[in-house]
């Protein structure tokens, strides 16, 4: 996540970043050197700070801790390690540095986003009531929203005549501070976090010498990761890109390089589901594995996870090195790295489960079970997690326990907090509800139905695990590409039957794909599935290609939009049972240009291992093609060698 953060920075011309850590620096230490920043080590700084552990517990401590060693030498903006964000700090700096000509007391802009009570973003915390100079934006009473009653001094009425109450405003926690914000902290040693010195400057007449402004944002993303809930939240903003340019394909690694596909779909190059069926905004992290027959909706999938057969994966968080084995349900759920599930395990929703644990098989957990060991394996021997005597992840669970809960084979134990004692905490609860708030209870409804990758002519293929007979809502962008791909079905029927001009054919796909708003590579998807389910047996395919060809070699001139067709004829075959078909088919396609040999080769490598085994003599045909081809030209490319 910190990486999302020191992208937003860096972007907005941040040279030099002090990061302030508690706990784990040297792994941070780990993660800052190898990340992409570093290659630019002559133009950005980022330095980690080690706070101690035993001395620093909030951030007024940390404030006062570079009070004390005087680090801190001019105006600074202060953020948080959570903040995902693509506001122009530009216009906010602006605005703090017309506030501090107008003021010469006025001490920080604290950043405010536009936000609806109610929203999925603003948790519990950020429910505030603020007061406000509408002339100057300045700062004048900041209250929880939580308080059923409100008090103000009488004051504040006298001494403004007009006054903003507002509610839609958020907290981004973004504030523009001058040099001497740390020492206030040292003046006040009572103040631990940023609210308390919010109110001390505004309330207590000992700091109510200076002054705070607002700048607030009326169209710019800036949200925290605060809990579960906000999670949850963010998670789905980012990757349906209201984030933009902060989206998983612009802050990637070359090596695990994101390709933004439809329905908000992110897969790296190393990841080739053509087995399973990922159905919408979801992103797969490079080197998972995901088995044939397993469905995902609204996910996010970490790194190097393993994903068996026939699973459902829904509303659900897989962080890196998850091993889920086959016939299992996750819905709703968190599962943290190195977590494992083993076959036919229900994750019901709200559930947790921690580092390294394990359930199962074949059980069944309540809603909202949280289940922990005693921590990460990377970090049992980490020496800040062993001097933190508080820190119980250091210690080996007893996994006697909790058998009938967790199954047979389970590692770990069920968590209960103090508060559970007497009902008051709800983490799992929360999650649930911060996924259900994202999508509301419509998308809820529609995830209970799967369905097939590509719709037949006709209506998609539905496959139900539930006897619910709820009628599902329209998706837009579904009901979208289905309408064109019966357009683009009903044209080359139509052009087919009477021999039309193939030119004349294409220009109705064209006006069909400009009509439903459909990408390119979308479009030739859909026509390549169209060529595919229109002829009637494989003895006629080469008469329909014959026709069809020269629009495809129009429509694919370059190596990603042949990737596409190949890819196309992959999924068809897997999900139709025609894999043994499928060799004729780019033998066919090849003959006619439509496919170059090189493009065939190299989609081979990384195809389903069925559809290899099928087009195994032809591939070895294309290989000797291309080779004797190689020796013909061999001798003229050294004689040009040799002239030069």
């Not at 429910?127 to 103000?152: E, G, I, Q, T, W």
């Not at 943290?336 to 069944?364: F, M, R």
């Not at 029927?493 to 006006?511: F, M, P, S, T």
Request: net charge negative; proline share 4%.
């Amino acid at each position: 996540m910190i990486d999302y953060t020191l992208q937003h920075l860096i972007s907005n011309g941040f040279h030099d970043l002090v990061i302030l850590s508690r706990a784990y620096g040297s792994l941070i230490d780990k993660h800052i050197a190898e990340s992409r920043y570093m290659e630019r080590s002559e133009l950005v700084t980022i330095r980690n700070k080690k706070l101690s552990p035993e001395n620093c517990n909030s951030l007024g401590d940390a404030m006062r801790e570079l009070s004390d060693e005087g680090t801190i030498r001019g105006p600074f903006i202060l953020v948080t390690g959570d903040l995902i964000s693509n506001m122009d700090m530009r216009a906010a700096m602006d605005t703090h540095q017309a506030n501090k000509e107008k003021d010469k007391d006025a001490i920080m802009t604290c950043i405010f986003k536009k936000v609806m009570p109610g929203h999925p973003t603003r948790g519990l915390e950020d429910d505030v009531v603020v007061c406000l100079n509408p002339d100057s934006n300045r700062l004048l009473s900041f209250s929880n929203a939580n308080n059923k009653r409100f008090d103000y001094d009488l004051e504040l009425f006298n001494c403004h005549d007009v006054m903003d109450f507002r509610y839609d405003l958020m907290n981004t926690y973004v504030m523009i501070c001058e040099a001497h914000v740390p020492a206030r902290f040292s003046d006040h040693f009572d103040i631990q976090d940023m609210d308390s010195f919010i109110k001390g400057i505004i309330v207590d007449e000992e700091m109510s010498n200076e002054s705070i402004y607002i700048h607030i944002l009326e169209h710019s993303y800036a949200a925290r990761v605060s809990n579960l809930r906000t999670y949850a939240s963010v998670s789905h903003d980012i990757i349906n890109r209201w984030t933009y340019p902060v989206v998983p394909d612009n802050n990637s690694p070359p090596e695990d390089q994101y390709i933004y596909r439809r329905r908000g779909v992110y897969l790296p190059n190393s990841v080739r589901p053509y087995k399973a069926v990922i159905h919408q905004n979801t992103i797969v992290g490079s080197e998972t594995t995901i088995d044939r027959n397993t469905h995902i909706v609204d996910c996010v999938i970490g790194r190097k996870c393993e994903i068996g057969a026939n699973v459902k994966i829904t509303n659900s968080y897989i962080w890196d090195e998850v091993t889920i084995k086959s016939d299992c349900v996750i819905d709703s759920a968190v599962l943290c790295s190195g977590a494992t599930v083993k076959q036919g395990t229900t994750v019901s929703p709200g559930c947790i489960l921690s580092y390294d644990t394990v359930v199962g098989p074949n059980t069944v957990l309540k809603p909202g079970t949280r289940v922990t060991v005693a921590g990460p394996r990377h970090l049992r021997n980490d020496s800040e997690c062993s001097n933190d005597s508080e820190d119980t992840r250091c210690s080996d669970p007893d996994t006697t326990s909790d058998t009938d809960v967790l199954g047979t084979d389970h590692w770990g134990v069920i968590y209960h907090s103090e508060e559970d004692a007497g009902g008051s905490s709800d983490e799992g609860g929360d999650l649930e509800r911060g996924i259900r708030a994202r999508g509301d209870l419509e998308r809820a409804e529609y995830n209970k139905k799967w369905y097939v990758r590509h719709p037949d002519c006709s209506e998609f293929d539905e496959i139900s695990d539930s006897s619910d007979s709820t009628p599902v809502p329209s998706d837009p962008e579904q009901d979208s590409e289905q309408g064109f791909y019966g357009e683009v079905c009903d044209s080359f029927r139509a052009g087919y039957a009477i021999q039309k001009d193939i030119d004349n054919v294409l220009i109705e796909v064209n006006a069909s794909k400009h009509a439903y708003n459909i990408s390119v590579a979308d479009q030739l998807m859909h026509s390549t599935r169209a060529l595919l389910e229109l002829c009637p047996e494989m003895k006629e395919f080469p008469k329909y290609v014959q026709y069809f060809g020269p629009m495809f070699i129009k429509l694919a001139k370059d190596r990603d939009s042949q990737m596409v067709i190949l890819d196309e004829i992959e999924t068809w075959a897997l999900e139709k049972s025609r894999i043994s078909d499928t060799q004729k088919i780019l033998h066919i396609l090849y003959n006619e240009d439509v496919l170059d040999e090189s493009n065939i080769l190299e989609w081979s490598e990384s195809a389903d291992d069925d559809v290899q085994n099928s087009i195994d003599k032809f591939i070895v045909w294309l290989r000797e093609l291309r080779r004797n081809r190689l020796k013909v030209i061999k001798p003229n490319f050294y004689l040009l060698i040799f002239l030069c």
